[in-house]
């Protein structure tokens, strides 16, 4: 477990290090600041600013609804078990008012740990398989990898939407100037160098978080189904709405923009058709090897998610 703190505080060092030079390159080139500890100090604060900011933001984004034991006994409940189980405070339990069905959790620290899930995973899964996705959710408080990548994925979520802002509806309020598409493709550039931050802690978090699930009592078939279903399920999504979470998809539990091509891997799995992956069914896949092509690897890189048939493989190789 140590290994995986060690690897994501690392992460967040790199990212302040990103910060502090883009900070010094803007401050020396237009508003000819120098100094060391002004841009410490003012990087440090940038930072405090997103643990702070942080949860409210995803909040905000996810359009998340917190509820109590009344407005979804199903779900309370199952939180409140697997918590007990994994012997961390209750979080908060919430449900994301968007289409893609999925499940994250993020907070400032494992005392402010929120669980979410969207509306649309709540009619997809069956109890076994929601409970092997809340597992592992209620992982990553555990693993106490829900700061660092609250942290992380602040400064491209923000870098996404002004990107999006400024190349897509700035030109069409002023056309005349270029000004908007610089904005816009220099918010991109950052964009897309701080989400390979992102993009690698998020993808070394999620094998711990699946062993993490199997550990609290979930069958790995269990949880290998509901990736299933919910690749299944994302790959029926309008574009529209896969691009309303981007920015935040290294919260989920899987990552919705590779659910076309992943369904096309996963399916090949469900011999009897049945839409789950059954134990046999799974034990099937620990006999083979799986092997990625260069285009799987370079797409596993620029993915939040490992590869989910390697993912898969390895709960295969998990016993509950």
């Known amino acids: 477990m140590w290994s995986l703190q060690l690897r994501m505080w690392l992460l967040v060092s790199v990212l302040f290090g990103l910060i502090y030079a883009i900070l010094v390159i803007l401050g020396t080139q237009f508003l000819h600041i120098s100094g060391f500890y002004f841009y410490l100090f003012l990087s440090l604060a940038i930072m405090f600013i997103q643990y702070l900011l942080g949860p409210k933001i995803v909040e905000w984004t996810m359009r998340v609804k917190y509820i109590k034991r009344e407005d979804s006994p199903r779900l309370f409940q199952m939180v409140e078990s697997l918590s007990r189980r994994a012997n961390i405070p209750m979080p908060k339990v919430g449900i994301a008012q968007i289409e893609i069905p999925n499940a994250f959790a993020f907070g400032r620290s494992i ?9 649309g995973i709540l009619n997809l899964l069956g109890d076994d398989e929601l409970r092997a996705v809340l597992g592992h959710e209620l992982s990553h408080l555990k693993n106490r990898d829900v700061l660092t990548i609250t942290i992380l994925s602040v400064i491209p979520m923000i870098m996404y939407r002004i990107a999006w802002q400024f190349l897509f509806f700035g030109r069409r ?56 279903k919910l690749v299944y399920g994302s790959a029926r999504m309008r574009p529209e709405a896969l691009k309303e979470s981007e920015g935040l998809k290294a919260f989920f539990v899987n990552d919705p923009s590779q659910a076309r091509k992943e369904i096309r891997e996963l399916s090949q799995l469900d011999l009897d058709k049945s839409g789950t992956i059954d134990q046999s069914e799974l034990m099937l896949l620990q006999n083979k090897s799986i092997r990625l092509g260069f285009g799987d690897r370079m797409l596993e890189i620029l993915s939040t998610h490992p590869n989910m048939l390697k993912r898969i493989k390895r709960l295969s190789e998990y016993r509950s």
């Not at 005392?111 to 509306?119: I, L």
């Not at 493709?185 to 699946?210: G, H, K, M, P, Q």
């Open 111 to 119: 005392r402010d740990g929120r669980v979410c899930v969207t509306q």
């Open 173 to 228: 309020r002023d056309s005349r100037s270029g000004n908007t598409v610089l904005i816009g493709l220099t918010a991109f550039l950052f964009y897309f160098i701080t989400n390979l931050l992102v993009l690698y802690a998020s993808r070394i978090r999620e094998y711990f978080a699946d062993r993490g699930s199997v550990a609290l009592g979930n069958k790995p078939a269990a949880l290998a189904s509901s990736l299933y």
